[in-house]
């Protein structure tokens, strides 16, 4: 039951790592966000466009991963 507890506790540990990381990198997205938009609007509307497209692209990839993975029975 205690190597069980420590995988646990290992999950959680990189669990909470993912999310630091997940968290840090958001903060930076942000803020070179703004520094674009500060600096050249119009540089930062491509940039947004193009933050759409690859969103759109990145979910029509996850369906296609997602219809076309086996159902458990």
């Not at 039951?1 to 840090?24: C, F, R, Y």
């Not at 942000?30 to 969103?55: C, D, K, S």
Request: charged share 20%; no cysteine.
């Amino acid at each position: 039951m205690a190597m069980n507890s420590k995988v646990g506790k290992a999950q959680g540990n990189a669990l909470g790592e993912i999310i630091a990381l997940s968290v840090d990198n958001q903060i930076k997205l942000e803020a070179l966000e703004q520094v674009l938009v500060e600096t050249n609007p119009m540089v930062h509307e491509l940039y947004i466009g193009l933050i759409e497209t690859l969103r759109k692209q990145k979910a029509v990839q996850l369906n296609r991963a997602l219809t076309a993975t086996p159902q458990p029975r």
